[in-house]
């Protein structure tokens, strides 16, 4: 047997892989992190398969269920919301895997960052303009940060910024990220990104606070932040020049 560790994506039901699809459709045993995964996923396991919701089961628990199912011959799907490179708590799960001699592997998705970048029609990396984007969080009732990933340091660079488990913050993080960026610096929060009840919200580090509280914002939500945004007068990529020598 092995667990497959599997990107369920941003909200939308259609927005994974065909190996993902496929993987949900057999496994006999589905654990899935509650709320963050569509129902209409859930609704592809096999007639009769486990669902198990790790919403509210801590790490033993899960591993538990794993470890309970590769004892029974049996492969787990076990889904993460968007990509579960980033944010998922996938690597605490592979080391007690690792441990119990049980095989895995990962199917990678949609991550939020990207979805949300999509809802604004946006690239976040813009020929002139911006070339680097930083996916990065705060700390606030999470796992503290590492010593030196301070968000100013980040900032300072005039990267574009993904903030992930930030929205509830932001009154504090606009004006210290304004000191980089400007009070007219662009800002977008996109919520829920890719659901039926999304909601995208646009402006400067000056009023984006004042917007999210009025809109009622606390989770599932990513803060993007850039002159990227905004970017109208830029040069053609050198991909599609015609100055650029196609010739092998």
Known sequence: MTVHFIGAGPGAADLV???AARLIASAPVCLYAGALVPRELLDTAPPGARLVDTADL???????ELVAAHE???????????DPSVYSAMAEQMRRLDAA??????????PAFAAAAASLKRELTVPGVGQ?????????????MPPGEELAAYAATGATLVLHLAVQRIAELAPQLA???GDDGPVAVVARASRDDELVLRGTLADIAGQVEAAGVRRTAVVVVGPVLTAEQ?????????GRCRQA
């Open 101 to 110: 001699g049980v095989p895995y592997d990962v199917v990678p998705g949609v």
């Open 132 to 144: 680097t984007v930083v996916l990065t969080r705060t700390s606030a009732r999470s796992t503290p």
């Open 179 to 181: 000191e980089h960026y």
């Open 72 to 82: 029974a011959g049996l492969d787990v799907a076990r889904l993460h919301s968007g």
């Open 58 to 64: 801590d790490l033993d628990q899960i591993t538990a």
């Open 17 to 19: 892989t065909l190996r």
């Open 234 to 242: 830029f040069p053609d990529s050198h991909l599609y020049s015609t």
